[in-house]
């Protein structure tokens, strides 16, 4: 399977990347309510696709389908190709409120995924431990997560959801319970993990300032029932310095551009 | 921090105690004995050796009953509150055994199970048994779903799910259930022995009532509190070790 790498390049949409995930007329309803309708999107990989809309439009939905956590009602996702019929070992998912375990250790924590998966005991945990230590935790491995701030749980669960090196990572509004400072060095170091993993990462947020800083491409969705009603893929701001981006013409125009679509639909 | 909490238990005891010490000299009734005098007859009763006889015969309902408590509620527990079908089949069941007056059932149990170990056993498994079902399956039921999500998006299988996510995450509820659940069964022993045959403690207390020996009495009835005070702490060092997290604080705060 050819691997390319797209992270500093800079070619049209049309160009159309090789997918790692495909979403084909996927419709959700509970019970009479449609959460999802007849919904289809690409996500390019080893690119960092956002989903962004006001609450209620289904965001964190699409990705529980994705993720195989919740079945479609009707329609198709593929992910390398293959369709998704459940969780599998392609994909690891970054959760809201983290869902860490409360009675295990940071180091169980991070290795619960290869836990779960039957890894022998020395070996998901030498893993484990590579990845705390890169998400900047080294000597909190056996610390409690109650003991942790909240921006360090959700660098627990990052790691967890890193050590199991699955190509997709979904992200579940994953920087919404961290306060403003975190989240902005978090956002710097998703930059860095995209630039330098290449992986395909689905990351939901409903902070336009946050999606058009770390997105390859900004899915926007409508609500009642959901819909793609945009996508907007940032062309220069890759290439700049992450302390740049904030400032670019580009990205506050985009920024703006998306608040206009957008405010309609907020009450 | 554990000294302080030391002297304070010790000062509560001593509040207590004194309290009794004092109403039994006013006297409040004449069939109310000191904390001395009933130390005296405990100190007595163990000397010659008749209180370990009589809890020889007492834990024997109560350790049975207990145990099958403590597993079949469990299991019963988990099983109602991973399946709605089995709530729906055996909750009132155990709704309604929780609030059946115990004592004016028991003449019904003696005339199907007789006088013997049998009938003791139910007594303390209709005691214990309600509340470890209740809490147990209440706890799995609130087992937060975004960590059962975590385990499904990690591949766990259902397995692995129940053991190492449903279970520990219910552990300290089915613990508070299992510790209200053996204090209702040491009451349910007492009951049993006072209300079917008078033997082990039950029979100290029923005769020594009959003799106006009231240290005695007292003394016995103190025994046995003392005996589960000391089972409930057992108990919570086991949760200790068992769940070591928990005990730190749970991580939602």
Redesign the interface.
Known sequence: MPQTDLAGTDEAPADAPELAVTVRGVSKNYGSVEALRNLSLDFPRGQLTALLGPSGCGKTTLLKII???LEPSAGEVRVNGRPVTG???D???V???F???????VLRNVA??L???GVARAEREAIAERYIAQVGLSGFEQS????LSGGM?QRVGLA?ALS?DAEVLLMDEPFSAVDEQTRRKFQEDLLGLVARENKTFIFVTHSIEEAVYVSDQVAILLPRPSRVSEIIRPQGLRTKDVANIRRDPEYLDIVDRIWNSLRSYVE | MTHRSLILKLLSAAIVFGAWEIAGRIPISFAFPTFIDSMAALFAMIADGSLFAAFGETLRPLAVGVAISAFFGIVLGLWIGLSGWFDWLFSPIFVVMQAAPLAALIPLLVMVYGIGLTSKVFVVCIMAMPVIVLNTAGAVRNT?A??K?????????RR?IIL??VI??A?PIIFSGLRLGVSAGFIGAILAELKITPTGVGDIITYSRSVADYPSMYAAIFSIIVLAVLFLNLLERLEHTL????I??????
């Not at chain 2, 975590?150 to 299988?157: K, T």
């Open positions: 993720a195989g956590l969780p599998g070992p994909r690891a998912f959760f809201q409120d869902a860490l375990l409360p009675w295990a250790t619960f995924g836990e779960l998966r409690y997560p109650h003991e749980r967890r199991v | 937060p975004s960590l999500e975590m385990g499904r998006a990690f591949l766990g299988n692995d190492k996510i520990p995450a552990s769940f070591r997290g928990n730190r604080g749970y991580a939602s705060d």
